[in-house]
Nanobody
Framework: QVQLVESGGGSVQAGGSLRLSCTAS????????VGWYRQGLGKQREMVAT???????DYASNVRGRFTISKNGAGDTVFLQMNSLKLEDTGVYYC?????WGQGTQVTVSS
């Protein structure tokens, strides 16, 4: 079974930027749809952004225009560039594909 490892989380002030990475144990992103999801404290997990094997992207309305999902040519890493971060972007960010979840990476946005 493929394994996913997220990295790049941290603490940032509102208005700042972070770049998350999700690395798979093999090059599955060339063909599989992968998504970033997040879960704030006391909230349900929600979709943030997805990208298909063909590179078609989709975003939640509350991040569109601020976040960008992309992947590398090798097909084993997916990125989430997060700009203009807001307090409400705080949460644990997870990578998900083909029934597999990563362990998550914490993003904390402060004022």
């Amino acid at each position: 079974q493929v394994q996913l490892v997220e990295s790049g989380g941290g603490s940032v002030q509102a208005g700042g930027s972070l770049r998350l990475s999700c690395t798979a144990s093999r090059s599955i992103f060339r063909t599989l749809r992968v998504g970033w999801y997040r879960q704030g404290l006391g909230k349900q997990r929600e979709m943030v952004a997805t990208i298909t094997g063909d590179g078609v992207t989709d975003y939640a309305s509350n991040v569109r225009g601020r976040f960008t999902i992309s992947k590398n040519g090798a097909g084993d890493t997916v990125f989430l560039q997060m700009n203009s971060l807001k307090l409400e972007d705080t949460g644990v960010y997870y990578c998900y594909t083909s029934t597999v979840w990563g362990q998550g990476t914490q993003v904390t946005v402060s004022s």
